[in-house]
Nanobody, 122 residues
Framework: QVQLQESGPGLVKPSQTLSLTCTVS??????????WSWIRQPPGKGLEWMGA???????DYSPSLKSRTSISRDTSKNQFFLQLSSATPEDTAVYYC??????????????WGQGTQVTVSS
């Protein structure tokens, strides 16, 4: 059973960088053909795909967030990371990490973390 767990600060000041970690257990982030994604849900809004990192380490980002988003990984710890720069209150959301199974595009997920609330406020 694959499990994902998000962690990071729950409060970020405007203009700072929002940084989150997703720790994966029960499966390797380097297993062929799986992708690992970050998704968020602002209050009262739908889910927004932010980006993903592939088993190979390549990355893909939402065009609307690409200039501010970086996804990286530490294979030795089986973790992947989100950095969102120049945070604004509009980045306040519940942030999720999730696994994308092979050959399903980038918006189909089979395992999710429980989500972590991040508030951007001074």
């Amino acid at each position: 059973q694959v499990q994902l767990q998000e962690s990071g600060p729950g409060l970020v000041k405007p203009s700072q960088t929002l940084s989150l970690t997703c720790t994966v257990s029960g499966g390797s982030i380097t297993t062929n053909y799986y992708f690992w994604s970050w998704i968020r849900q602002p209050p009262g809004k739908g889910l927004e795909w932010m980006g993903a990192i592939a088993y190979s380490g390549s990355t893909d980002y939402s065009p609307s967030l690409k200039s501010r988003t970086s996804i990286s990984r530490d294979t030795s710890k089986n973790q992947f990371f989100l950095q969102l720069s120049s945070a604004t209150p509009e980045d306040t959301a519940v942030y999720y990490c999730a696994r994308i199974p092979p050959n399903c595009g980038l918006v189909t997920y089979d395992y999710w973390g429980q989500g972590t609330q991040v508030t951007v406020s001074s």
